[in-house]
């Protein structure tokens, strides 16, 4: 990526050297120190985290349904119940990563990966067509279309017709001429 924005190259990327990154959260008294988890969070867990966090669990809005997940318990040190997985999307690309496993794809054309990250983290060899991965990558793209299916939005739905957001607001904003006149 360019400048710090590791989502802005072609094919748009979704490895981990761009999508993980740490989250560190400080409160003194609340949050010992040296607290450390390594549970898969994405950025619509923070909603009902803080809420739960600050006693207002109940706050969380019912519409649209959202995919976040609490992860506050594991703030203390507690264990807690999760799947660690998480979802990803970026204009024509999506990902799903857990654990071990990440498949990533691309509408219309692809191209698609499916890296087995405990064992290649550098995520240096494309599993995609290799017959013996077969069954991982289609249960991973299922997982993937099911979550997207659940909480995407139609209007920006890529994969069912929909437009992009970053079209809608970076092409079909208003055109706001400057105040002086541009040179030839």
Known sequence: GFWGMGDHT????????MLQVPLILRQPGRIPEETTSEILVSTYDLMPTVLSYLDLGGQMPKEPESPGRDFSGALSGEPIPWKNEVFY???NTRA???DEWKYIERTPYGPDELYHVSEDPGEETNLIHHLDRR????ELRARL?????RYADPRYDLWKGGGSKTKLLVFDAKVVEPPFERRQ
Not at 10 to 17: L, Q, S, V, W
Not at 145 to 149: K, N
């Open 10 to 17: 072609r094919p748009i990327t979704a490895y981990d050297g």
């Open 89 to 91: 999307e970026f204009e």
């Open 96 to 98: 799903i990563r857990t």
């Open 135 to 138: 069954e991982t990558g289609k």
């Open 145 to 149: 279309h099911e979550f997207f299916d």
